[in-house]
């Protein structure tokens, strides 16, 4: 039961594209037999201390991993960006379609939302769909699109998200920040004016990319993590979107060695902020 004042995280995973252990990898993180190396696509869930619940991205696990946690009620979606690690298990959401009342808001950037609606026409353009092309039999979730303002203070039933752009490749990713939280996922670097915002805000919990331990063309990599953790300066700053470069304890103990209050998150990981 979350206090009256905390919201809280589950991370629904916390891997790369591949997931950990990757296919046909015979490494020694994809090999290891501890459950803290074993890594589903990235996503989260917000519940508030509101009572609202917040989907943060659909990943080709979700199935396996709203089972997993239990998880029975989905408010609204947030969809950071429309790589296929994040956006291909929306149709995972069709049954909480089948029990709740409301359609589900989903929210994400223009971009983001062009890219929904062609990938998933039946879903986004249902209404649009000519006879022929209707799904029979109700198998269509039932989510409606809404493209979000960048930089400006979004509602989100009875909270408030603000979000910003990331640069992750020739592409943009969507962070936000709610309340005493920010999630900075899928980027190559973190523009100056984010990062001031980032440290204005004095956040309780930062949640950023990093992804492996060599150089990358899109992704945050752990030197340049470490670096803007302690540029931002939350109170607590956990490590997401790992690859099998880095195995778990490991990369526990260089995060500990600069802030006790770094740590790389696992799959089924709680954590709280004001």
């Known amino acids: 039961m979350l206090s009256e004042l905390m919201n809280q995280i589950t991370i629904l995973g916390s891997g790369t594209s591949t997931g950990v252990p990757q296919i046909a990898c015979e490494c020694l993180v994809c090999t290891s037999t501890d459950s803290k190396n074993k890594r589903l696509r990235t996503s989260i869930y917000i519940e508030t201390s509101s009572g609202q619940n917040v989907l943060v991205?659909?990943?080709?696990?979700?199935?396996?991993?709203?089972?997993?946690?239990?998880?029975?009620?989905?408010?609204?979606?947030?969809?950071?960006?429309?790589?296929?690690?994040?956006?291909?298990g929306i149709d995972d959401l069709r049954p909480m379609c089948f029990v709740q009342t409301q359609n589900i808001p989903v929210y994400t950037n223009q971009v983001t939302s062009a890219e929904l609606k062609t990938r998933?026409?039946?879903?986004?353009?249902?209404?649009?769909?000519?006879?022929?092309?209707?799904?029979?039999?109700?198998?269509?979730?039932?989510?409606?699109?809404?493209?979000?303002?960048?930089?400006?203070?979004?509602?989100?039933?009875?909270?408030?998200?603000?979000?910003?752009?990331?640069?992750?490749g020739r592409f943009t990713t969507m962070g936000f920040m709610h309340k005493k939280f920010a999630y900075v996922i899928d980027c190559h670097e973190i523009p100056a004016d984010i990062?001031?915002?980032?440290?204005?805000?004095?956040?309780?919990?930062?949640?950023?990319?990093?992804?492996?331990?060599?150089s990358h063309q899109t992704h945050l990599t752990k030197d340049k993590s470490f670096n803007y953790a302690q540029e931002i300066g939350a109170k607590k700053t956990g490590f997401i979107h790992i690859?099998?470069?880095?195995?778990?304890?490991?990369?526990?103990?260089?995060?500990q060695k600069i802030s006790p209050n770094y740590f790389p998150v696992y799959d089924s990981l709680k954590l709280s902020y004001a």
């Not at 690859?243 to 995060?255: C, G």
């Open 57 to 88: 991205d659909c990943t080709p696990d979700m199935r396996t991993q709203l089972l997993r946690e239990k998880i029975k009620r989905v408010d609204s979606v947030v969809i950071t960006h429309a790589h296929a690690d994040h956006i291909h």
């Open 120 to 168: 998933f026409p039946y879903i986004f353009l249902r209404d649009k769909q000519p006879g022929n092309n209707l799904v029979l039999g109700g198998g269509v979730p039932l989510l409606d699109l809404t493209t979000v303002p960048i930089n400006t203070p979004v509602n989100i039933g009875s909270e408030t998200f603000e979000f910003f752009e990331l640069p992750h």
């Open 195 to 214: 990062i001031q915002r980032l440290k204005a805000r004095q956040l309780d919990l930062l949640l950023i990319d990093c992804l492996k331990e060599s």
């Open 243 to 255: 690859s099998h470069e880095l195995e778990h304890h490991r990369l526990l103990a260089e995060a």
